[in-house]
């Protein structure tokens, strides 16, 4: 099943620390306006949220009956994406 054109998957379960944080920080860069992240976890991103909180994401979190986690990242609210300016 693909993807919804509105959400970058990211599934970083069972990847090693730092790696999840990097692919997620990376993604960061490539959201465009509308868009959001779904990440797979295996544990709590607890150093990520920090992270995002100061970088004006928000994330929810929601636990899966195997013990993974569900995280979806997005611009806070008042701090939507630009379109790029057009020439």
């Not at 999840?20 to 993604?27: F, S």
């Not at 509308?34 to 797979?40: C, F, M, T, V």
């Not at 569900?70 to 020439?87: D, F």
Request: glycine share 4%; net charge negative; charged share 15%.
């Amino acid at each position: 099943m693909a993807a919804p054109a509105d959400e970058i998957l990211v599934d970083a379960r069972w990847l090693e620390p730092p790696q999840p944080m990097e692919q997620v920080l990376h993604t960061l860069a490539l959201l465009q306006p509308g868009q959001h992240i779904r990440l797979l976890l295996h544990r709590q991103p607890f150093p990520l949220y920090a992270i995002l909180d100061s970088r004006g994401y928000r994330h929810d979190t929601a636990a899966q009956a195997d013990g993974s986690y569900v995280i979806l990242i997005r611009p806070a609210q008042g701090n939507t994406l630009q379109e790029p300016p057009t020439a």
